[in-house]
């Protein structure tokens, strides 16, 4: 049978493919700009006849439309790898939880760990000559999730770049069982970022000085790694590549001006090697079938050993509040999950290992709630509930508006006094006084 044929017999709609779903199941929906569309709403109509359906997302850019089936728990339930806003605005509804993990050890989770899948879905890419679709921009850990799922069906969206890669990037048609056309096909993008504050400028710029010529990059999600991005993209920086496991926009604009080249890359020279992608059309345009960039599956790409090999690698990630011991929250205010640990671990930890390399969490030094009250983002000691991303003794740079420090190899007092310097000024005073009740504190000037 030639794989036209194969096709044309697997070609089926959303709503009959949605029916191989049954009470009980384990259901998996992709993630990011490749969680099914076409099958999600399907599933919305379909899954009020269902019970217990266990169904797993992460990095949605739309909320999924079974999000708002009534009595939704009566249903399902909704187990995501990384918050967004919607599993934030929906998590008081109790259908949802989050899945802690270190995105490198993923793949491993799907293949040694959890249950197996009983219905795998994902958006690919239209079929090549040799039988084979994309996952497009979010390859990661499809593979794996593939790898023992009893059901596989796939969303054919023709806009979704083909992204080439190294291994594990596509899925052969033999492995298929049903294929839904996307009728009215687009490419979910990333919400457009705010504009940047000069409190992000003030930040960012202190970490461009830090990066040399010939470093490897990688940035995180969120506002200030794109601030960081933007800057590099108008810098006369040069030969720098890019190791990362978000691909974001602001990659393009230094490739296209050719501040990105990779020649200096000691591992995979030349290639913007990456986990998945996540951002606007520009960019998903330029990473179709684009043989200057590699989807890598994510326990390769974010493995720290891997990471560690290359040279100046650097790592630019946000946190969301951070306490005077140097413990880092990425992910949480309090008990309220934000959005997920992603590959923010792997990086830090790579990142050290690399010759020359740097690994910097980065914040606003104050956070300014609902009702425009402002709360200092280094704490005496995180709140309850909050996580640790980052434990203390991996946390190296540290950066806010009012400086930089580095806090590898230093004592508890010096770290105290190092986070106090570059808190708000109006937090100096009552941080002080926290951390000479917590016994760490003294004006020693010791690290
Ligand atoms: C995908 C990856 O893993 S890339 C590799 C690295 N991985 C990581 O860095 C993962 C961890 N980091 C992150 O998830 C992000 O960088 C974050 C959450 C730290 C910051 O992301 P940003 O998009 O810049 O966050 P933003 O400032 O828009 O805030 C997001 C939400 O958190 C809330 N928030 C942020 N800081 C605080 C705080 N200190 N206290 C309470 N709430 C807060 C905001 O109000 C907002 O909530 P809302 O949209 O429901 O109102
Ligand atoms: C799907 C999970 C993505 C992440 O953890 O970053």
Redesign the pocket.
């Known amino acids: 049978m030639s794989f036209q044929e194969e096709y044309a017999q697997k070609l089926t709609t959303a709503d009959k493919a949605v029916q191989a779903v049954k009470s009980g199941d384990w259901v998996d929906y992709g993630f990011n700009c490749g969680t099914v569309h076409d099958l999600d709403i399907a599933l919305a109509k379909y899954i009020p006849n269902l019970k217990d359906v266990k169904v797993r997302v992460g ?1 949605e850019m739309e909320t999924p439309k079974i999000f708002d089936v009534p009595d939704a728990q009566d249903h399902f339930s909704v187990y995501s790898w ?1 918050y967004t ?1 919607s599993e ?2 929906y998590a008081s509804k109790r259908f949802i939880t989050t899945v802690p993990h270190r ?1 490198s050890e993923m793949p491993g989770y799907y293949r040694n760990e959890l249950p197996p899948i009983d219905v795998a879905m994902c958006q690919v890419s239209p079929m090549d000559k040799h039988g084979y679709f994309s996952f497009g921009p979010s390859g990661a850990m499809q593979y794996s999730v593939f790898q023992r799922a009893k059901h596989i069906i796939v969303e054919v969206n023709p806009k979704l770049p083909r992204c080439l890669g190294g291994y594990q990037e596509s899925v052969p048609i033999s492995k298929v069982d049903a294929i839904v056309e996307m009728q009215d096909p687009y490419v979910r993008c990333m919400p457009d970022s ?1 504009p940047s504050t000069e409190v992000d400028l003030a930040v960012a710029k202190q970490i461009v000085k830090m990066i040399p010529n010939g470093a490897c990059l ?1 940035l ?6 794109n601030t960081v991005g933007s800057l590099l993209a108008e810098s006369d920086l040069k030969d720098l590549g890019v190791h990362t ?2 691909y974001v926009d602001a990659y393009v604009k230094m490739a296209e001006r050719g501040i990105i080249n990779g020649r200096k890359k000691n591992v995979n020279p030349g290639m913007q090697v990456y986990a998945f992608a996540s951002g606007h059309q520009e960019m998903y345009d330029y990473l179709d079938d684009n043989a200057s960039c590699m989807a890598m599956p994510v326990d390769y790409v974010n493995d720290p050993r891997i990471i560690g090999q290359h040279d100046n690698m650097i790592s630019i ?5 951070i306490d005077l011991y140097g413990q880092a929250n ?2 949480s ?1 309090g008990f ?1 999950q ?7 671990l792997d ?1 830090v930890l790579g990142a050290y290992l690399s010759h020359g390399g740097k690994s910097f969490l980065c914040c606003s030094s104050t ?1 300014m ?1 609902k009702q425009g009250k402002a ?1 200092s ?1 280094i704490l005496p000691v995180l709140e309850p509930g909050s996580i640790t ?1 980052d434990t203390r003794p991996n946390t190296q740079y540290v950066v806010t508006e009012f400086g930089m420090v580095n806090l590898k190899g230093v004592s508890a007092w010096g770290r105290a006094e190092r986070l106090i310097s570059i808190a708000h000024p109006d937090f100096r005073e009552q941080l002080i006084k926290a951390a000479e009740k917590q016994g760490i504190w003294r004006r020693s000037n010791k690290i």
């Open positions: 990095i990384f806003g934030r605005h995105f705010k990688q995180g999600i969120g506002g200030m790694p496991e978000m990630n946000n946190i969301v509040n990425g992910e205010s309220r934000i959005s997920g640990a992603g590959g923010q990086f956070f709630d709360h983002r991303t």
